[in-house]
């Protein structure tokens, strides 16, 4: 399982997802990410609504497997879910 999160410094939310991404790679085996800064790619908000397919407003947006999850709270709700993390 392969995990892309878009962000940008000083983003708390951005912090979040990089911790639980981090926390979900040291406890499973079969999962892997990679973080994104957005500022220092040069990608915008419109770069991701056309990756997304819908208008983004804010950052991290996360995608697992390629699949588009949402932001933070998405991903920690997704995890809870699919990936026995707090359980």
């Known amino acids: 399982m392969y995990t892309v999160i878009f ?10 997802a990089k911790e639980l991404a ?7 085996e079969d999962f892997d990410y990679r973080y994104v800064d957005i500022l220092a790619e040069g990608i915008t908000k419109e770069d991701l609504s056309k990756t997304v397919g819908k208008t983004v407003e804010t950052v991290p947006q996360i995608f697992i497997d390629e699949t588009h999850i949402g932001g933070c709270t998405d991903f920690e709700a997704y995890a809870k879910e699919n990936l026995e993390l707090y359980k």
């Open 22 to 28: 981090e926390k979900l790679k040291t406890e499973r």
């Open 7 to 16: 962000g940008r410094p000083g983003c708390p939310y951005c912090v979040r």
